[in-house]
């Protein structure tokens, strides 16, 4: 069973993990040079572990609850405060923002890693979500939901890689899968 740590460890090496992108090139990995976003992203567990595991340029949590928002705001202020001076060295934090907001409402998503913790979409959310990814230039998306889903909403381009087990931060288990955007796939 994975956990986030191991999936995110898991899209920083998926050229060499899924075996029909071997030879790919490490646009499709989280690296330092990804942009990193979570859809629906709660207390912004997910977006930490990405920044600090990938040290991504960016990562950024969009939640509709403000509530929710409101302490991931506060962890953020929180772990800021008491890096270290490694983390401050480093620049542990930079680059980490979270947004009080309907992701639904955006143009696009110009990133090239999302995460979206669908399991609770409704269809009409999905629809309007698979509108803003259609527009998008993400290079790969995480979802628990399966591609028929996804296809039925209007994400054509989303084509699946692979399928994990996963434990989320909340410690509910899940199905997720690996998705990358057909537009950029070699030979499309």
């Known amino acids: 069973m994975a956990t986030v740590e191991r999936l995110l460890r898991t899209l ?4 060499e993990i899924v075996p029909c992108m071997r030879g790919w090139g490490a646009f499709w990995n989280l690296t330092q040079d990804s942009t990193f976003v979570d859809v629906g992203s709660g207390y912004g567990k997910v977006v930490l572990h990405a920044k600090q595991l990938a040290n991504c340029r960016a990562a950024l949590g969009i939640e509709c609850v403000t509530s ?3 302490i991931a705001e506060q962890a953020l202020a929180e772990l800021a405060g008491a890096a270290t001076e490694e983390d401050k060295a480093r620049d542990a934090f930079s680059g980490v923002r979270f947004l009080d907001a309907d992701a639904t409402h955006c143009a696009a998503l110009h990133f ?11 269809a009409v959310t999905m629809a309007a979500l698979a509108a ?3 527009r998008s230039n993400f ?4 979802s628990s939901k399966g591609p028929k889903v996804w296809w039925a909403s209007g994400l054509k381009k989303a084509w699946p890689v692979a399928r994990l087990r996963f434990v989320t931060t909340g410690r509910e288990r899940c199905t997720c899968f690996v998705y990358i955007n057909a537009q ?3 030979g499309s």
């Not at 920083?12 to 050229?15: E, I, R, S």
């Not at 090239?112 to 409704?122: A, I, K, L, T, W």
């Not at 290079?139 to 995480?142: A, E, F, G, K």
């Open 132 to 134: 803003v990814l259609q």
């Open 12 to 15: 920083q090496h998926l050229n």
């Open 139 to 142: 290079h790969v998306l995480v």
């Open 68 to 70: 929710r928002h409101l």
């Open 184 to 186: 950029f796939a070699p």
């Open 112 to 122: 090239s890693h999302v995460y979206v913790f669908d399991r609770v979409f409704s």
